[in-house]
C-alpha cells in the first residue's frame, strides 16, 4: 500500500436527522446551491412550511441512452447540422428535484407526499419547462434505513399513479468491507484477477499519497486551481456530460468547509491525482476525482485508489465503502455491490411521454449493463 502521511483522528459527523437519503454532510449540498454547476439554475419548491430544492437544467435525451445507441448519436453528432437538431428538438428545459453531488435526492422526513406532489406540478405548470424529474429516488437500498427506504418506495408508486414514468437510474457501487485486510478481499477472486490486481497496486507503490481535512490552509487557490484542472481532466473524457463543476465550488469546498477528506497523490514533488471524500456513520463516500494524464493511467491510480480506500476502511473501522456512479464495469471487475436508483419523469408534451413509455429501457443503460455482467 502506498504510504500515507499527514493521516488525522477521524471524527464522524451523524448523518443529517432532518432529511432522508443523506449520505453527505449538509455543507457539501449547501456549496451546491450556493455554486451550481455551469447553466444550471437553483430552484427552491416550498411547501407547508418546508422546501425541497433542485435545478433547472438543459436535458438531452441521449445522456443515459444505452451505450451502443450513444456512440452511434455521438458519430452523427459531428454532422454539424445533426448536431443542430438534437439541441434544438432533442434537448429540453428541464426542472430537476434534487442535486447532481447527493447520492440520492434529499427530502424532509416529514413530508406529506401529496400536498409536494400538487405544488411541485403547480410550480412545473407555471416554470414553462417541458419536462419534470425527480432524480436518484432509491430503492430497497442498503444504504438507507427502513424508514428512508419505505418513504421512497411510496413515493414513487404516489408519482407512477399521477401519470409519471419510472426509468431506472444509474447504479451506485459500493463494497461492504466484512473482510480484515487487503489480502483477505483479494481471496475472493480468481488467481488470475489476484495477479492483476497485484501488478496494478506495484505500478503505484512509488507514489505518495498524503491526506487533508478540506478547510486545511494547505488549500490555497492555487492549490484548487490544481485541483479542479485534475478534475476538469476527468470530467472532458466522461462519457456523460451533465453537470461540470465550477471552480467556485470546489474552492467553497476546500476552503470553506472541514468535514471532507482529501486524498492527494504525488509523483515526487508533483501531484497527479486527488479523491475528494466525506466519512458519514461508518461509510466512506467518494465524491470526486482527478487524474493527470498520462502519469494518472501509468500509476494505475483508479486501481490504486480503490485499494488505498478499502485500506482506509479497515484502518479507521468504516463498514462501506461507496464508489459512486460511473464506470459500473470496472468497479463489478472490482467485486462492488450494486444498488439501483429511479427517476420519477413527468412530461407535458402527450407525444413524447408515450414514445419513452414504450422505449424506456433504452435509457436505462445501468441496469442493462449490470444485468448483462450478472448473467456473463
Known amino acids: 500500500m502506498l504510504n500515507i502521511i499527514n493521516e488525522k483522528h477521524i471524527e464522524k459527523p451523524d448523518i443529517l436527522k432532518t432529511l432522508f437519503n443523506s449520505l453527505e454532510p449538509e455543507s457539501f449540498v449547501d456549496a451546491f446551491l450556493k455554486h451550481p454547476p455551469e447553466n444550471f439554475k437553483i430552484k427552491k419548491i ?44 432533442l434537448t429540453f428545459n428541464t426542472l430537476f428535484i434534487g442535486t447532481t453531488v447527493s447520492e440520492y435526492s434529499l427530502f424532509p422526513n416529514s413530508m406529506n407526499l401529496s400536498e409536494f406532489k400538487n405544488k411541485l406540478l403547480s410550480v412545473f405548470q407555471k416554470s414553462g419547462s417541458q419536462f419534470l424529474v425527480i432524480k436518484d429516488l432509491p430503492s430497497e437500498s442498503p444504504l438507507l434505513s427502513n424508514d428512508e427506504n419505505m418513504f421512497s418506495k411510496e413515493m414513487t408508486s404516489s408519482l407512477e399513479n399521477n401519470g409519471f414514468v419510472i426509468l431506472a437510474g444509474q447504479a451506485l457501487a459500493y463494497l461492504p468491507v466484512d473482510f480484515d485486510s487487503i489480502e483477505e478481499y483479494l481471496k475472493k477472486f480468481t488467481s488470475k484477477r489476484r495477479n492483476n490486481f497485484r501488478r496494478k497496486m506495484k505500478a503505484g507503490a512509488n507514489l505518495c499519497l498524503q491526506e487533508f481535512n478540506t478547510g486545511d490552509n494547505y488549500f490555497t487557490d492555487e492549490i484548487a486551481n490544481i485541483l479542479y484542472n485534475l478534475y476538469l481532466n476527468v470530467y472532458n473524457i466522461s462519457n456523460i456530460h451533465f453537470d461540470k463543476m465550477t471552480l467556485s465550488f470546489f474552492k467553497h ?97 402527450p407525444i413524447i411521454r408515450f414514445v419513452l413509455t414504450k422505449l424506456k429501457s433504452c435509457f436505462e443503460a445501468d441496469k442493462r449493463l449490470i444485468e448483462g455482467l450478472n448473467k456473463g
Open 253 to 349: 469546498i476546500l476552503q470553506n468547509t472541514y468535514e471532507g477528506k482529501v486524498f492527494i497523490y504525488y509523483d515526487k514533488n508533483k501531484i497527479i491525482g486527488f479523491n475528494l471524500c466525506y466519512v458519514m456513520n461508518d461509510y466512506l463516500v467518494d465524491k470526486y476525482r482527478g487524474y493527470l494524464y498520462p502519469e494518472a493511467l501509468n500509476f494505475k491510480l483508479f486501481f490504486n485508489q480503490f485499494f488505498d480506500g478499502i485500506n482506509y476502511c479497515l484502518v479507521n473501522g468504516l463498514k462501506t465503502y461507496i464508489m459512486g456512479w460511473t464506470a459500473p464495469e470496472v468497479k463489478a471487475y472490482l467485486g462492488c455491490k450494486f444498488t439501483y436508483t429511479y427517476h420519477a419523469v413527468y412530461i407535458k408534451n
Open 46 to 89: 416550498e411547501f407547508d412550511e418546508q422546501e425541497v430544492y433542485g435545478f433547472f437544467a438543459d436535458l438531452d435525451l441521449f445522456t443515459t441512452v444505452d451505450e451502443k445507441i450513444k456512440i452511434f448519436v455521438d458519430k452523427l453528432r459531428l454532422f454539424k447540422p445533426f448536431d443542430y437538431i438534437i439541441r434544438k428538438f
